[in-house]
């Protein structure tokens, strides 16, 4: 299944910004995170990123591979995975099959705090694909 590891992003002043998703993340992980988020409702949040009663492609994704505007402000896994698989017919089945998660609720103080750390400190170490934004 060939891959599309380009995205091109808005940067400052609206220039066109060209990411490749490259094979950056560390050692210890054997595959790589694509997506790093917080909430407070995992489930719903969850089911919010794959929106799995939306069959089929949710996204167009251009040829020149500029990033379009997603159906919602939740689906960056879906919409990831549609962009680098933009030929595959059946995104959902691609999320079933071979894109897993974990979690953890473990913050016993300063929740909120500890949450926004967590996840600034595991964007940074495991580099993931669908957490990347241009600055504008």
């Not at 002043?13 to 995170?33: F, H, I, S």
């Not at 069959?55 to 997603?70: A, I, M, S």
């Not at 473990?106 to 993931?128: C, H, K, M, Q, S």
């Amino acid at each position: 299944m060939a891959a599309n590891r380009h995205i091109v992003l808005k940067g400052p002043g609206e220039r066109p910004v060209d990411v490749e998703y490259q094979d950056w993340w560390p050692p210890e992980l054997a595959y790589p995170c694509l997506y790093v988020g917080k909430s407070t409702n995992i489930k719903k949040r969850f089911c919010l990123h794959i929106k799995r009663d939306c069959p089929g492609q949710l996204h167009r994704v251009l040829v020149d591979n500029k990033k379009l505007k997603p159906c919602t402000t939740s689906c960056q896994l879906r919409y990831g995975i549609e962009h680098v698989f933009r030929n595959d017919l059946d995104p959902l089945a691609l999320n079933f099959h071979f894109v897993g998660f974990s979690y953890t609720t473990d913050f016993p103080t300063n929740g909120i705090a500890e949450r926004f750390y967590a996840e600034d400190r595991l964007v940074g170490t495991w580099r993931p694909w669908f957490n990347i934004d241009s600055e504008r």
